[in-house]
């Protein structure tokens, strides 16, 4: 049997080439990092969860008409996605301040921001993904003008279907970034939304006691990341909560 062509290997998920021309198949890996993988640890379970969840945001958005790369989920770790051109751009909302912001500009985590910001960032583990204004976006040519002003509306559209979402299931989301990608339609381009949308991706804050249910958990040492992530994909009903391993097989008489 041949061995399927691995794309790229990063640090949370693998990419294979896919099935059919224009396709991958995204693997989640347990792998955790954090501040531009000076800290790394696995934690089990993580991929399965977050396979899951991105699953599950990732349809509702291109129920509610807002594009994505995601096709189907193929198994407990694996789901097909469409291959596109990533534009090389963090894309980050603010709801309220938190981590850099808020060291950058000296507010308090949790200050309500006075309307959601959306900032850039350039992908680049090796400057750290510095932040990035417009000018330097056009100037640099990794983004059109048009293409800014699509990647704004997409990421405001994101934000209040996963603020609704969420506060429905009493969490504030406090920031995300999305990583968003180009496709070819004919002579026609458009953007998606490609990469995932997780909780290795949001700030997620239980609205009545204030505790973290993202990456952070990891980040600064508050706990399980596993429990902190099955919290939120109970919550949502995206998975029960013991659900986070392979079942056992079982015997059928
Ligand atoms: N639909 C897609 N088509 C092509 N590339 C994609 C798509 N979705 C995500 N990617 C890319 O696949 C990789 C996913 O792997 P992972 O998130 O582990 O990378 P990473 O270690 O964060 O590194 P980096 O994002 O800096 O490349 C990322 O490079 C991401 O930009
Ligand atoms: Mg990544």
Redesign the pocket.
């Known amino acids: 049997m041949a061995r399927r062509k691995k794309i790229?290997e990063?640090?949370?998920?693998?990419?294979y080439e896919g099935p059919e021309p224009g396709t991958?198949v995204?693997y989640f890996?347990d792998d955790a990092t954090a501040y531009n993988a000076e800290k790394r640890d696995v934690i089990e379970g993580k991929g399965v969860l977050n396979n899951r969840l991105s699953e599950f945001f990732m349809t509702g958005l291109n129920h509610i008409g807002v594009p994505t790369?995601f096709l189907k989920r193929i198994n407990m770790r694996e789901q097909l996605?469409?291959?596109?051109e990533?534009i090389p751009l963090e894309v980050i909302v603010r709801n309220f301040a938190a981590g850099t912001i808020s060291k950058r500009l000296g507010l308090e985590e949790g200050t309500a921001l006075p309307r959601p910001i959306v900032e850039f960032c350039y992908?680049d583990?090796a400057l750290g993904d510095p932040l990035v204004s417009e000018e330097h976006i056009i100037a640099f040519g990794w983004a059109s003008q048009q293409d800014m002003d699509d990647m704004v509306a997409l990421a405001l559209r994101v934000n209040d279907y996963m603020s609704g979402l969420m506060y429905g299931v009493g969490i504030k989301l406090v920031d995300f970034k999305i990583?968003i990608?180009r496709v070819w339609e004919g002579d026609y381009q458009r953007l998606i939304i490609?990469?995932?949308i997780s909780p290795d991706s949001c700030r997620l804050w239980d609205i009545e006691t204030g505790q973290k249910l993202d990456k952070d958990v990891f980040r600064r040492d508050l706990g399980n990341l596993t429990d902190a992530y099955t919290e939120v994909a109970r919550r949502l009903g995206v998975m029960p909560a013991n659900a986070t391993h392979m079942p056992k097989p079982t015997l059928i008489n």
């Open positions: 790229y990063g640090k949370a998920k693998i990419l991958f995204q890996k790369h996605i469409r291959s596109v990533i992908k583990d990583e990608g490609a990469d995932e």
